[in-house]
């Protein structure tokens, strides 16, 4: 088995590693730097549970080499909290329900991280759109598709419950 | 298994020609499908996507030249200064889902030469041409020549596919495909087509269709019809009739062969409706 050696930038940190030359990114990313929130449901394209940012753009890491992200910016979904603190579009998906089994969750918002970078007010068919590649078996997507809304600023997303009669007395004018 | 990775064409074709049981990777999105199957014996992989000049899209005097590595992503992106070419626009917008279309390369597309390939589709309307190469030869193949059965094509095992070149035209193209859903669907049935219509006629026109045979293939005697045909209500409910006449698809797991048939026609009735616009 040929080993090469690879060098690229994971969730900010340099990494340079040997390995079997025709190994998996995927395999690259959780077996070898334990980034176990990539996940493999299919193998082959259809899911985008292993869905990971490749300069910025969302990529399957199941359907590429490891060798063929040499010297390119990598993130996982693992790469998103700072600080101990998660980043807002991660918290939005929890305070929409938008995690249930939770499988699909990373994959599901790398590809809305990779819209929201270039697209930051995406109308909603943008957003189907943008997660069209990923498949989630739990939350039939509406309450996804919520959660990616409500950080693009200048959409109204959350519903105002209705004001109760003695609110409505007191709404500032 | 060895990968190379190369950076460029010389090297890309060099390799090809010392090891003998070798295979390109591009975007890796049928490649490596294939592998996890097990079905592909090779080995050495020689990985070219570090060959920047196969990327670029170029306009030439009286043609534009799409590099092999051109992903469907940038076609989507790139394509809208080209009028002309609005069937391969569309068809990279519908191919796959965001991951695929950023990696998967209309090179890629072609060598597969699956009869569903969706951008095959839309350049086989625009009477594409491809440059091959290896390490003694340079050619231009017809598109529509390179396609000798499903997954079966005319290129050989040391040569590289480095370009598409799509002749400068006047005319307009559209293309529609029907799949099961909108995303990664492979489709049950596509077509593409080119025209240039003056005066109520067709002075030219191909049509195009996927899914519909072992290869893709044109739907010469529709193409005939209506170039001898005033463009009419008539004329476009003969073409229908006639299109369905003229493929021979199969039943699969997608759809019959029956059901194909009749998508071909409405397909063709949408498709003209667009050129009228
Ligand atoms: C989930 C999923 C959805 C898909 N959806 C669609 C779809 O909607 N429509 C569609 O048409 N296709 C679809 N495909 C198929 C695939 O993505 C395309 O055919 C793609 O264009 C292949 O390009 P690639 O760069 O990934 O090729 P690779 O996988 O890298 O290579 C494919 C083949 O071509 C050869 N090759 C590649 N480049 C060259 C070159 N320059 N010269 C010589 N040989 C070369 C390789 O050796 C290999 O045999 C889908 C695939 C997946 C996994
Ligand atoms: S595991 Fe990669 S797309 Fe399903
Ligand atoms: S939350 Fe279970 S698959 Fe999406």
């Not at chain 2, 080209?82 to 090179?107: D, K, S, V, W």
């Not at chain 2, 080119?194 to 293939?217: N, Q």
Request: hydrophobic share 40%; glycine share 8%.
């Amino acid at each position: 088995m040929a080993i090469r050696t690879i060098s690229c930038r994971v969730n900010g940190v340099p990494v340079q590693k040997e390995i079997d030359s025709d190994l998996r990114l995927i395999d690259f990313l959780r077996e070898n730097l334990q980034l176990t929130g990539v996940k493999e449901g299919c193998g082959e394209g259809e899911c985008g549970a292993c869905t990971i940012l490749l300069n910025g753009e969302a990529v399957n890491s199941c359907l590429m080499l490891a060798v063929q992200v040499e010297g390119a910016e990598l993130v996982t979904v693992e790469g998103l909290a700072e600080n101990g603190e998660l980043c807002r579009l991660q918290q939005a998906f929890i305070d929409n329900g938008a995690v249930q089994c939770g499988f699909c969750t990373p994959g599901m918002i790398l590809s809305a991280k990779a819209l929201l970078d270039k697209n930051p007010h995406p109308t909603e068919e943008e957003i189907r759109r943008a997660i069209s590649g990923n498949l989630c078996r739990c939350t039939g997507y509406q309450a996804i598709v919520d959660a990616i809304q409500a950080i693009s600023s200048n959409t109204l997303h959350v519903q105002q419950p209705p004001l109760s009669p003695a609110q409505e007395k007191d709404r500032p004018q | 298994m060895d990968v190379f990775s190369v950076s460029s064409l010389e090297e890309a074709v060099s390799l090809l020609n010392t090891k003998k049981n070798a295979a390109i990777v591009a975007g890796g999105t049928d490649l490596l499908v294939k592998k996890v199957r097990n079905k592909l014996s090779v080995d050495s992989l020689i990985d070219i996507c570090g060959i920047s000049m196969l990327k670029e899209i170029s306009n030439e005097v009286d043609c534009i030249r799409i590099g092999a590595l051109t992903t469907f992503a940038t076609l989507e992106r790139e394509l809208d200064a080209h009028p002309f070419c609005a069937a391969l626009r569309q068809a990279a917008c519908e191919m796959g889902a965001p991951q695929i279309r950023n990696r998967a390369t209309i090179g890629g597309n072609i060598v597969t030469g699956s009869p569903a390939g969706d951008g095959i589709i839309a350049l086989l309307a625009l009477d594409a041409k491809i440059e091959l190469i290896s390490e003694s030869e340079k050619r231009t193949v017809p598109l529509y020549d390179f396609f000798t059965g499903p997954g079966k094509t005319v290129i050989r095992p040391d040569e590289i596919l480095t370009a598409l070149i799509i002749p400068n035209q006047s005319g307009k193209s559209c293309f529609y495909k029907v799949g099961k859903r909108n995303a990664l669907a492979v489709a049950v049935l596509s077509e593409a087509i080119y025209a240039e219509i003056r005066e109520g006629k067709f002075e030219t026109i191909r049509i195009t269709v996927g899914s519909a045979a072992p290869t893709p293939i044109r739907a010469f005697r529709t193409e005939k019809f209506l170039l001898a045909n005033r463009f009419n209500d008539e004329a476009v409910h003969e073409s229908i009739r006639l299109i369905r006449d003229e493929i021979s698809p199969i039943d699969d797991v997608r759809a019959t062969a029956a059901y194909r048939r009749e998508v071909a026609g409405n397909i063709l009735r949408v498709l003209l409706q667009q050129l009228e616009k």
